[in-house]
């Protein structure tokens, strides 16, 4: 099929699948071009939940799918590269935060939403980056144990000022993007604001403007007056921010903050999976629902 063919054979396919294609903002452009719902992990596990359609294409990696499947359990998840995986998620295991609780007994666990549904299911609350700090702020103990990102785990150490046990994980994507590439940015462009992910490293997150989330990215930008922006995070975001705001330009802070997992997703992999019904993510009961309750109780507080 030639590829330009792929896109309508895709939507006549999700029609008679009763699908929707939910897409990160991460994803490349001609995904996000189909998606029904563009969004970040916790916009697309909404709207998952909100939709009648009863499959769910998922692109994105797996621990997005994962959490689309714990929120909405009725519906079909499907992840068209079932080997798009997290490397930050895959730096923790379950019997890692077993370990950290019984090292720091009592402490409040946080688990950041780019972990595995087991790992959720050990901990008190979940958060995104979008909602870290309100999270943080609204558990009334001084002392929490966060995981796995040790940079986000810094910078709401030094928003909430509480204390942070903190894991040694970090987004090997997001570390690609340095100090020196961010004054570079800032030479070339010297009228731009700088926008940065949370998940940056804490030497990048001291020169932004704005640290924040793709979801608050995109709402910064849409309100914000000026006309160019440096974008400190991964560099797929670029194309939906372009094709929402024409009139403003945007620039990577570095071309390296490329994730190899959210770019295996592909419009032949989209068909498939649309084609075959698989492959399929589903998370087993007993963890579904213990990582439920760290979900709900974030969503309860943000
Ligand atoms: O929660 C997400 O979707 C992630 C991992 C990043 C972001 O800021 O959108």
Same mark, same amino acid.
């Given at each position: 099929?030639?590829?330009?063919?792929?896109?309508?054979? +895709?939507?006549?396919?999700?029609?008679?699948?009763?699908?929707?294609?939910?897409?990160?903002?991460?994803?490349? @452009?001609?995904?996000?071009?189909?998606?029904?719902?563009?969004?970040?992990?916790?916009?697309?596990?909404?709207?998952?939940?909100?939709?009648?359609?009863?499959?769910?294409?998922?692109?994105?990696?797996?621990?997005?799918?994962?959490?689309?499947?714990?929120?909405?359990?009725?519906?079909? &998840?499907?992840?068209?590269?079932?080997?798009?995986?997290?490397?930050?998620?895959?730096?923790?295991?379950?019997?890692?935060?077993?370990?950290?609780?019984?090292?720091?007994?009592?402490?409040? &666990?946080?688990?950041? &939403?780019?972990?595995?549904?087991?790992?959720?299911?050990?901990?008190?609350?979940?958060?995104?980056?979008?909602?870290?700090?309100?999270?943080?702020?609204?558990?009334?103990?001084?002392?929490? +144990?966060?995981?796995?990102?040790?940079?986000?785990?810094?910078?709401?150490?030094?928003?909430?000022?509480?204390?942070?046990?903190?894991?040694?994980?970090?987004?090997?994507?997001?570390?690609?993007?340095?100090?020196?590439?961010?004054?570079?940015?800032?030479?070339?462009?010297?009228?731009?604001?700088?926008? &940065?992910? @949370?998940?940056?490293?804490?030497?990048?997150?001291?020169?932004?403007?704005?640290?924040?989330?793709?979801?608050?990215?995109?709402?910064?930008?849409?309100?914000?007056?000026?006309?160019?922006? +440096?974008?400190?995070?991964?560099?797929?975001?670029?194309?939906?921010?372009?094709?929402?705001?024409?009139?403003?330009?945007?620039? @990577?802070?570095?071309?390296?903050?490329?994730?190899?997992?959210?770019?295996?997703?592909?419009?032949?992999?989209?068909?498939?999976?649309?084609?075959?019904?698989?492959?399929?993510?589903?998370? @087993?009961?007993? +963890?579904?629902?213990?990582?439920?309750?760290?979900?709900?109780?974030?969503?309860?507080?943000?």
């Amino acid at each position: 099929m030639k590829d330009a063919e792929m896109p309508e054979k +895709i939507a006549e396919l999700k029609k008679q699948r009763k699908a929707v294609i939910l897409a990160h903002n991460y994803q490349l @452009p001609e995904i996000q071009d189909i998606a029904d719902y563009l969004g970040d992990s916790l916009e697309l596990s909404r709207m998952a939940a909100k939709t009648d359609a009863e499959v769910v294409v998922f692109c994105g990696v797996h621990f997005m799918a994962e959490t689309a499947s714990i929120i909405c359990p009725d519906k079909k &998840v499907l992840l068209p590269d079932i080997n798009a995986g997290c490397p930050l998620a895959n730096m923790i295991t379950p019997s890692d935060v077993r370990k950290l609780k019984e090292k720091y007994p009592g402490r409040p &666990v946080v688990s950041y &939403v780019n972990t595995s549904a087991e790992v959720k299911a050990e901990t008190d609350v979940a958060c995104t980056s979008a909602n870290a700090i309100k999270v943080i702020n609204s558990i009334k103990d001084d002392e929490i +144990i966060f995981v796995p990102d040790k940079y986000l785990a810094d910078y709401v150490r030094k928003q909430t000022g509480k204390r942070i046990i903190h894991w040694e994980g970090y987004c090997p994507t997001h570390v690609k993007i340095l100090p020196e590439d961010v004054s570079a940015a800032k030479k070339a462009h010297p009228g731009a604001r700088v926008m &940065v992910h @949370p998940e940056c490293r804490s030497d990048v997150i001291d020169m932004a403007d704005a640290v924040i989330s793709t979801s608050g990215m995109v709402r910064y930008v849409k309100e914000a007056d000026g006309r160019e922006f +440096i974008i400190g995070t991964e560099t797929g975001l670029i194309h939906r921010l372009k094709k929402e705001n024409p009139g403003k330009e945007f620039f @990577p802070a570095s071309p390296h903050a490329v994730c190899p997992n959210m770019k295996s997703i592909t419009l032949e992999k989209v068909l498939w999976s649309l084609e075959d019904m698989k492959p399929e993510v589903s998370v @087993p009961e007993n +963890i579904r629902k213990a990582a439920l309750r760290s979900v709900n109780r974030m969503l309860e507080l943000a």
